[in-house]
């Protein structure tokens, strides 16, 4: 049984293809991790040495602290470090992180609000149904007897709302956690750090919002067991993907990457990478002029069409790119009514009749008819006689999008 995890979990949700890549297949990224990330790991890790040195009563100057974080930023990096935002420097980010911890410093020495009793800190939870979930507390203070302190520090560039915080899944295990763990607290603050701002966002759970919590947490965990078991990880697109670490092996961005050498070259018998960008280019510039083209230049199209959806189903590519534009394949199963020279198509017209269906359904349309057959109110036997008069088609469709 997988031990799951909030970073886990979000994984899946942000993107299923991600999820398999990362933890059912185990496979190591071959774009390197993004400078945010970066950052905040070193930003977390230097505050976890200044707390581990003020549990020993060690108060560290400001310059040592920054000292520690210039050290342990020369030791971590790495070149294949991704800066993302163009406009922006590796330097740039460095500099954030520092003024982060100088107003961290600033706002809490001497560090002695509470006492920590746990720094970095592995919890195990339990959840129903035999589910275990673990999470590391940055930091864990005690503040008073039966009054104990979870401590988030969050690097992210703007600050959410106070509804997030009190909704939000990472904050509720952590409280859960600890009450399993110290069944004899009674309060549980639950503080996020948004250090870029020197802001504070604390919220705490009550037991019916950590009841619907787990309730919600374990029915994901089932979302994803089971799209293990029918290995269903499609991919799933969002701004998001501009910070993924395997960008370049996801077949939505993987012809972007194909002429590095640490990338599979996808070519095949229909056509090579390049001359697919190529064929994109070719697709747009026809599309443009398509207004004023003659019958002849609209086969033209077909055929660029269909050669590229060729080189998608055969490499495994959901998107091609081309100097300027993107084309990306989208393929759908359609259902088809019986066209009226069909007779199936005044049985099928019969059997709604009898079903009292007919009325509501007012004329044979097809869209109409799918969204029937999606909904809750027909049972499974009419749902199965429907379909047996609807002929599937499966459509693949391209669209070309401005990079």
């Known amino acids: 049984m997988p031990l799951y995890s909030h970073s886990r979990l979000g994984t899946y949700e942000n993107c299923p293809f991600q999820y398999k890549l990362r933890y059912v297949d ?44 210039d050290d342990l930023w020369s030791e971590n990096w790495k070149e294949n470090i991704r800066v993302v935002k163009k406009e922006l420097t590796a330097d740039n980010f460095k500099d954030t992180g520092k003024t982060c911890l100088e107003m961290y410093y600033d706002r ?99 037991e019916k919002q950590l009841d619907l919590m787990v309730e919600n947490t374990v029915n994901l965990i089932k ?17 998001l993907c501009n910070w993924c670490e395997f960008k370049a092996q996801c077949p939505e961005y993987s012809h972007q990457y194909a002429s590095q050498k640490e990338v599979p070259v996808l070519d095949t018998t229909t056509m090579t990478a390049a001359q697919a960008a190529e064929t994109v280019d070719k697709l747009i510039e026809l599309r443009e002029k398509k207004k004023t083209l003659s019958a002849d230049m609209n086969a033209m199209i077909e055929t660029l069409e269909a050669k590229l959806l060729t080189y998608s189903k055969e490499s495994g590519h959901n998107s091609v790119f081309g100097k300027d534009y993107k084309a990306s394949f989208k393929s ?28 509501k359904l007012q004329e044979m349309s097809a869209y109409k008819l799918k969204s029937m057959l999606k909904s809750e109110k027909l049972t499974y036997e009419q749902k199965e006689q429907l379909s047996e008069f609807m002929d599937k088609e499966d459509k693949t469709k391209i669209s070309l999008k401005k990079l």
Do not use: C
Not at 223 to 239: G, Q, R
Not at 332 to 359: A, F, G, H, N
């Open 108 to 206: 809490y020495h001497p560090f002695d609000q509470a006492i920590t009793i746990g720094l970095e800190e592995r919890m195990i939870i339990e959840l129903p149904e035999d589910k275990k979930m673990q999470g590391y507390i940055d930091r864990l203070d005690k503040i008073a007897d039966g009054h104990l302190s979870v401590h988030d520090y969050k690097t992210s560039n703007r600050v959410p709302p106070q509804a997030k915080a009190d909704q939000d899944r990472q904050l509720g295990l952590y409280a859960l956690a600890v009450h399993q763990k110290y069944p004899e607290i009674k309060k549980i603050d639950l503080v996020w750090h948004y250090v870029r701002f020197d802001e504070e966002v604390r919220s705490s759970r009550s």
């Open 26 to 69: 185990k496979i190591k990224p071959i774009l390197g991790n993004s400078i945010e990330s970066f950052m905040g790991s070193m930003v977390h890790d230097s505050l976890e040495w200044l707390y581990k040195l003020a549990q020993d009563s060690n108060i560290v100057s400001k310059e040592s602290l920054i000292k520690k974080y």
């Open 223 to 239: 979302d994803v067991e089971k799209a293990t078991d029918l290995k269903n990880f499609p991919t799933k697109t969002s701004i």
């Open 332 to 359: 759908s199963e359609s259902l088809r009514m019986p066209d009226k020279k069909d007779l199936r198509r005044y049985e099928l017209e019969s059997l709604l009749k009898e079903m009292d269906l007919w009325d």
